[in-house]
């Protein structure tokens, strides 16, 4: 989808902060895909008009970042920590569950990611980029269906306040 | 005598738990009251007479010094940038992410005076894109500190102006290389550059540009406070100040310890720490990150000293992340997770890295689930050469950047030390079908 009048204007705001308007690119990439749920080829077109370059250069970026999600995904991005801290204490066994359980529910997108800085408190994982730790199977499956039953609030996808 | 903390950069966040990074503690508890000291002095005597006399290192892995980097900027070519590394992606590191939720302020004085000991005025605070709240309590702190003009034009009356912005990552190990940084700057992907020319000299939009990381900014405002010199007689050799080490793994009490630099590794992971869990004996430990290579309980006894680890045990304090693994730990198995983080964080860009870190978590792979050749290890020393000519620490490189060394440091510290266990594991998967037959 374009920018609402509202996160236009916040883009606009952005590209500004720079020097050169092409620096604004994953600020950019982050609020349409707070907007949207996911990264649109059409976001990404409007964001190589405000700056200045061609999608295919604002695709190349996009690209390379595992944040940004190019294709729709779950209200619900689980990324479980599978590095070695979270490794030798439980990771593995949590993302398995989790796959498993939510497996064919589109509301939960269960993905496996490298370490999350949290390794305090291994193992851990991200609900939309909110943490948790210390954590068996059992906890994290109640943890995902609070969410999903309303008894959390979740950030946005992109890991925003709502 | 029993051990403690050092609690220069984590005193706050320690002792006002409940509220540390907001604008009213910082204040209460004397913050900014540095900023306006340094906007009274002549830049370059923060740079000589503070910043170099501390003898304060990089915090972000390399260690080099902060007031020699500082001294790089060519001199009367504007405008010149600061880019602040707050992209903490290396495995088991865990400080800087408790410094920007905790303590945002401290940060944003040391980038406000480091800026104005090096005529910036433009600061960038890179900040790893998963740090949810980190960024949302940075991006709090900024707005606070511009309304109380503690950034923004003619700060405090001084005739300095500074804008500082705080730029969200996407996900990506790389971006936390100096150049992978300005290239994700500056909205390209993460990809390191080749040096020279150093960034200090051609940096961000090829203008001179200084690279410094979270923890490094986080420590200005306290040598100002305690002044250089004084900052220097803590630690020991070259390696002065305190550091903030994260313990994970196999240990009691995982977590950040500011501790001064020089006490030993058995200090650090046995008083502070806890030592390892459940009664069980160490196996090995990693002493500075998944870069790292690793170290055993023999060398347990070694000081927190950059030069010495480097010179003495061939390893690196890196990122100050100690990982220790019990006696139950399989070391190919850590090797081969190692190995697929770096395979899935390599940019691509240099052959030797992005071919080898592949290959190398493939067999790796084989070797730690038991699928293991008798001819495994030393094909990987041999093609591992390829990435670190000669395998000799210091490490030299055929890469741009340094993690293509980094990815043989696992493979290199399983010959030193497991070489024998990891022989009789691939000896005992050669005695199985090379492709493993399942039922259905
Ligand atoms: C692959 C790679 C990843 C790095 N990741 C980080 C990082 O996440 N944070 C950081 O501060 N430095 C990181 N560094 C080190 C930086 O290149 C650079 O040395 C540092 O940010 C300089 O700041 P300092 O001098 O204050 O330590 C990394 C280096 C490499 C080669
Ligand atoms: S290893 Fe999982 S959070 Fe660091």
Redesign the interface.
Known sequence: MAFSDVNLTRARDIVA????P??????L??LAQDQDGWLTAEAMEEIAVL?G?TPAEVQ???S?????KRRPCGSLLV?VC????C???GGPAILRHLTERYGDDDDVTVEEV?????????PAL?V????HEQLTPEIAEALVDDYKAGRRTP?TIS???R | MAVTETRIVTNRLREFTEDSWTIDRYLATGGYDMLRQALTMQPVQIQDEQVKASGLRGRGGAGFGTGQKWSFLPKGIY?RYLAVNGD???????K??MLIERDPHQIIEGVVISAFAIEAH?AFIYV??????G??RLEQAVADAYAKGFIGKNILGSGFDL?V?V???????IAGDETGLLS???????MPRIKPPFPAVQGL?AKPTVVNNVETMSTVPHILRMGGEEYAKLGVGRSTGTRIF?????VAR???YEVELGITFRQLIDELAGGVRGGKQMKFFIPGG?SAPWLMPEHLDAPLDMDYVGSELKTMLGSG?I?V?DED?NPA??AW??LK?FA??S?GKCTPCREGSMWLEKVLFRISHGLGRPQDLDMMLSFGSTIVPGLNAPFSQTTICAMGPSTMSAVVSLDRFFREEILEMCNAGAARPTIPVTSA
């Open positions: 902060r720079y020097p050169r092409k620096s604004a690119i994953l600020p990439a982050h700056t370059v190349g970026t996009c390379f970042y595992t944040m940004f990324s599978t590095n070695v801290t490794l030798v204490t490298e370490c999350l800085a949290a390794c305090g408190g291994a991200q939309n980029y909110e943490y950030r890991g925003a306040q | 405008p903490e992606g290396e495995p088991s590191t865990f800087d992410h433009i790893r894109g998963e740090f949810a709240l960024i949302e804008e912005v730029h969200r990552g996407a996900g990506a190990y994700s700057l500056e909205g390209e992907r993460a939009y994260s313990v994970s793994g196999h995982p977590g950040n998944a992340a990982m693994f730990t198995l850590i997770r190692l983080f899935h964080e940019c």
